[in-house]
């Protein structure tokens, strides 16, 4: 029984338990029911209210939402405020400078502990170096950085002065990482010497050098190397600063850049349905409005907390729920350095024993990979500091939903399926645990403002219990404003006009439950994979491959996984001829590797298989659903006769 089936058919309910209702920022439905109706009243008025609450203004705006120029909204756009103002200055000045900003366990479990007051310092230094450098507001930033809290600071800082940030993820190549400087034009990269992981060190910095080594990167100006482990690291003068030499002598004081509400905090390179990564531009205010907004209402944080979102920086998720959302809200934070699974596969119940965790993030591959290694595992910990336990990337199979709610959560603590993208800002579809009865495998209701829809393939709304495309219907101040440098892909991609226009496409198939309206999300319906709750293109892989010189044409599609949601399966035809047994195996290994090199481990192939030529229509199209059912395993004897070379087939269904 496939996941979807097995929530489709699914009748456990977990009602919200009465000690969360009780004290819940969002208690009960009627609150919930409460806050959807004042946006429904008047939606402007609505996020105006939460905009003047919950962030702080150097000016105020007047202008709540701009649709002059549609899809290209703007909102709050006469006020002006700070994005580190509001993370670290204003929790100082309202009295937690000593509290507990960031709780720092680095891979071999020694724990760095920073205050507000001391995060705030640090940011001031780290600010006041990137201004001795000339770098300022509007400059583009690129972050290559492993967790830390240098990672934080380095975003808090560029938030600081104006400049805009971009984070390239440590797993992507140096390939990747200039292909994003390149298109960025950025004036600076920030990185470590090596990083630590699973008790591994790893070079980091040499991937900076070869990256920009490959040309297209004129526009840095200096690379700023933090020094993790101190291990070999080579300098090149006149371009290469030490992150430590640059902050001594800093001055105490930066004021902080006052900028526009929609001055762009960051760019997030993600994948889409075409070759290229675009890069998603978040705006200052409604971004971290959405931010601290959804901490509230969905992760429902409290004074007293211990966040631990477990998403590297360089995904959103490490954004909204490490570098931003948790610090506009004062709380305390963990961020990790580690893996799940070193020195054994209890480390993350570890951490959220000696740490006292209550609210937990994780992605479900990381629960199910946990599952895997140890069952029994979490029952050796005191978990009882958990108070709520959340899920993102992917659907989270009903399954490990159950495993996570009774052996993580002790059966006490809401699951909040959160469904969000890179390009929302923030959650989207989400249970207020407080309020929401929770399905296992459903991600429940729009969050209060959010008008989700399923559509049919002319933007019409479907009734509930009938799958179809995932929309919203209004612009929310957290949405992306662009994709930097290709306003025409951002219009394309997200308002197409076969939706009229004015419906944000998500890119995922949905289904509402015929009874409750509940969202099921089905996957997505464009040509990206969902990999470890990772997102890439089929054609970001394809354009690895073509790009070796043995290879001549290559599709990629996806399978399903237990450990990984979807697996990658490459269907490649060389120039010469078609490897076989161990020739084939080899020539598999050499690709894997070389994908590895021109995106990231992340994208390397699980299967390839070799063939003379892949399957295609007689106009030469590629047949991808029958792709799909070769990697799957399935019989594809059906429904082939469109198919210009069948013979192909039976090639293909041996794998490697
Ligand atoms: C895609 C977005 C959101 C931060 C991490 C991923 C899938 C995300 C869920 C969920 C089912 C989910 C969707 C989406 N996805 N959360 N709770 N249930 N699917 O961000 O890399 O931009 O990927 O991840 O397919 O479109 P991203």
Redesign the pocket.
Known sequence: MTSIQSVLQETRIFPPPAEVVARATVSGMAAYEALCREAEADYEGFWARLAREHLSWKRPFDEVLDESRVPFYKWFADGDLNVSYNCLDRNVEAGLGEKTAIIFEADDGKVTKVTYRELLARTIAFANALKSQGIAKGDRVVIYMPMSIEGVVAMQACARIGAIHSVVFGGFSAKSLQERIQDAGAVAVITADEQCRGGKTMPLKPAVDEGIAMGGCESIRCVIVYRRTGGPCRMLAGRDLWWHELIANQPETCEPEWVEAEHPLFLLY?SGSTGKPKGVQHSSAGYLLHAVITMKWVFDIRPEDVFWCT?DIG???GHTYIAYGPLACGATEIIFEGIPTWPDAGRFWKLIQDHKVSIFYTAPTAIRSLIKAGPELPRQYDLSSLRILG??????NPEAWMWYYTEVGGSRCPVL????????GGHMIAPLPGATPLVPGS?TLPLPGIQAAVVDENGNELPWGEGGSLVVKKPWPGMLRTIWGDPERFVKSYYPIEFGGRLYL???GAVRDAKTGYFT?M??IDD?L?VS???MGTMEIESALVANPLVAEAAVVGRPDDLTGEAICAFVVLKGERPQGAAAEQMATQLREWVGKEIGPIAKPRDIRFGDNLPKTRSGKIMRRLLRQLARGEDVAQDVSTLENPAILEQLKAGV
């Open positions: 993600t998403a995904w959103v998720t899920s993102v990337g992917e659907p989270i399926d959160t469904f969000w993208q890179t390009e929302t991600c998500a890119g995922d999300i996957g997505r990206v969902n709750g990772h997102r």
